[in-house]
């Protein structure tokens, strides 16, 4: 089966130039300045060459991955760490992320995926996305 919305891809941090690329392995902290895990790679609109997701590798006592709205982060002047604006507490209750499982959501599933993560992340159900999906402070380059 085709991938339903080929513009959406998981891409590896490490696999990416520039500065996405200089994000693998950085630290995720909350609010609460807690560690989240570590940037493990990213959710990335090909056609509009922009990151939607970033996708956190959590080493907590079951080894999980979850994602993070773009526009709920902040990134470092140095590029070492990534600051989300929720705590550790929220987002002990994200769903996981299987890369696997995304290769095979339909159209209206990524749709839902991004109003799920949304809400999740602003604690509220949230009626406009754009402002979980902008482009962070801090970020100087689009992913490749």
Do not use: C
């Not at 956190?56 to 979850?66: D, N, P, T």
Request: negative net charge; glycine residues 10%.
């Amino acid at each position: 089966m085709d991938h339903p919305k080929p513009e959406l891809k998981y891409v590896e941090a490490r696999a990416l130039d520039g500065f996405a690329g200089r994000l693998d392995g950085a630290e995720v902290l909350g609010s609460d300045g807690r560690k989240l895990g570590a940037v493990e790679g990213f959710i990335v609109d090909v056609r509009q060459n922009r990151p939607r997701h970033v996708v956190v590798e959590a080493g907590w006592f079951i080894h999980k991955h979850f994602l993070l709205p773009i526009g709920h982060v902040i990134v470092s002047q140095d590029g070492s760490t990534v600051s989300a604006d929720i705590d550790k507490a929220r987002v002990e209750g994200f769903p996981g992320f299987d890369k696997a499982e995304f290769e095979k959501l339909s159209g209206n599933d990524f749709d839902d995926l991004d109003r799920t993560m949304a809400n999740l992340t602003a604690g509220v159900e949230v009626t406009e996305l754009d402002a979980h999906y902008r482009i962070p402070a801090g970020w100087q380059d689009s992913p490749r």
